[in-house]
């Protein structure tokens, strides 16, 4: 494709002169405008690779045009034309970012020398940004594993909307990869230097999840000692994504609106509006159109929300991203956790490939993580993550015999069931060092100490002697 020049002057003749020439001698399209004003306007419309501005003109002259230019797009390439007398204007120009500049009245071949180099300029840049690009997608899109159709309509999805302001809904069963996926819309974004500020909404008391989202202001309540910056606020000029916004009151829906509507904030306590520059990425595992329909979800909000869906599929409905999919995370598990490579045997492939995966892919992780830590062998099998008689089969071991018992009986035997196995194990991995055992299976030293304690397990017993 040919490259595009736009030429500014304020002389209609100089314009049809430099047309006529530079398209023949530079195998080009050349625009033209007669002033600075109609220059922005077409470059609205198309962009292009080389600007040729005239440094004297009326109503913008060329260095105003220049700061336009290089704050639309830094990585335009731009030669001034300025006449004789005029070099203190030109090296200005070249501070101001401009690539080069000419004198009047120019050499023919000069100009087209000049040119010639600026367009292979412009040429180098736009093909190291692409390759930048391309290896941001890659690196992007490392821990979204798949090869489905599906999760391909996927990647398209996130890198078109990713190109865009507009707020994004991403859909989708829990442990499906929302958070991922909202990541990497922020990450190739224009905003990918800015903050990305996720709020897991449903984790937020009510009362508390308005002034964390807002703000407030000394004084506004009885414990407000001092002013208070909101979320909103802290993604300014960046990425705010609301996870599980579909189990927020209805009340924190309507402020949520006018936020979206109005590009403002108000923190509690205060007297007036705090405008934001904030992009919407709200992400859930609802049916929004149900809760619409009890009362449940604002409609108004579902639409302000609903302007760029992604609808992540199932583990069920993708079964051929399984295998890479336990590739990829054994490759990454056995490296944090410091443990040799290992492999799942054909036989435990097989009921991975028929588990039902009611959790989806972070139920998948769970499994790869215990056979990373119980397995002896560096091949892990069905029994190393308790599925002897098949999926979910060491779960019914610990049921059984529980029907009899009331609710908070039953439930007090399977936990006392799984903790005792789940952390004997685990303990057992590592010879009975509680500091180690606990970084495994990301609790806090504190916190595995008090399952222990309450379980009776005591470290100890699994010290290799």
């Not at 367009?119 to 093909?127: D, G, Q």
């Not at 009921?351 to 139920?363: K, Q, S």
Request: one cysteine or more.
């Amino acid at each position: 494709m040919k490259p595009t020049l736009l030429v500014v002057d304020d002389a209609a003749d100089m314009l049809q002169l430099l047309k006529r020439s530079l398209e023949r001698e530079l195998d080009c399209r050349v625009r033209t405008a007669l002033s600075g004003p109609r220059a922005l306007e077409l470059l609205q419309g198309e962009p292009v690779d080389l600007a040729l501005i005239d440094m004297k003109m009326p109503q913008m002259n060329g260095l105003e045009l220049l700061d336009h230019l290089k704050r639309a797009d830094p990585y335009l390439t731009v030669v001034m034309v300025t006449a004789h007398g005029c070099i203190e204007l030109a090296v200005q120009a070249i501070r101001k970012g401009a690539y080069d500049f000419i004198t009047k009245p120019f050499d023919h071949e000069e100009l087209i020398l000049s040119l010639n180099k600026a367009l292979e300029r412009s040429r180098l840049l736009r093909e190291n940004m692409n390759l930048q690009r391309r290896a941001r997608v890659h690196e992007v899109f490392q821990n979204i594993v798949g090869r489905s159709a599906a999760m391909q309509r996927v990647f398209e999805a996130v890198q078109m909307v990713a190109k865009t302001d507009l707020t994004v809904l991403v859909t989708g069963e829990s442990g499906t990869g929302k958070d991922l996926v909202s990541r990497a819309i922020h990450a190739l974004s224009g905003r990918s230097d800015r903050s990305f500020v996720a709020v897991n909404c449903p984790t937020v008391p009510e009362n508390i999840l308005e002034s964390e989202l807002f703000g407030y202001r000394k004084g506004a309540f009885t414990h407000a000692v001092q002013n208070k910056t909101g979320l909103f606020q802290e993604a300014h000029r960046g990425t705010i994504f609301l996870d599980e916004i579909g189990d927020i009151s209805t009340t924190i829906q309507t402020k949520l609106l006018r936020v979206l509507q109005e590009k403002e904030i108000k923190p509690l306590g205060d007297t007036r509006s705090i405008r934001v520059d904030v992009r919407v990425i709200a992400s859930t595992n609802r049916n929004l159109k149900e809760k619409i329909k009890k009362g449940e979800f604002r409609e108004d909000l579902f639409y302000r929300l609903n302007v760029l869906p992604i609808a992540l599929p199932s583990l069920r409905e993708r079964r051929e991203d399984i295998p890479p999919l336990v590739d990829h995370l054994l490759e990454k598990h056995c490296l944090e956790l410091k443990r040799p490579r290992k492999t799942f045997s054909p036989e435990l492939m097989n009921m991975t490939l028929e588990a039902p995966w009611e959790g989806n892919v972070r139920e998948l992780e769970n499994l790869v993580l215990r056979g990373i830590m119980f397995a002896p062998a560096d091949e892990i099998k069905p029994e190393d993550v308790g599925w002897q008689e098949g999926p979910g089969s060491a779960d019914g071991e610990q049921e059984e015999g529980v029907e009899n018992l009331n609710y908070r009986e039953a439930k007090e035997r399977v936990l006392t069931k799984f903790n005792e196995s789940y952390i004997g194990k685990l303990l057992s991995s590592t010879g009975g060092n509680v500091s180690q055992a606990a970084r495994l299976c990301g609790l806090e030293r504190q916190g595995l100490q008090q399952l222990m304690r309450r379980y009776h397990i005591r470290s100890e017993v699994y010290r290799r002697r």
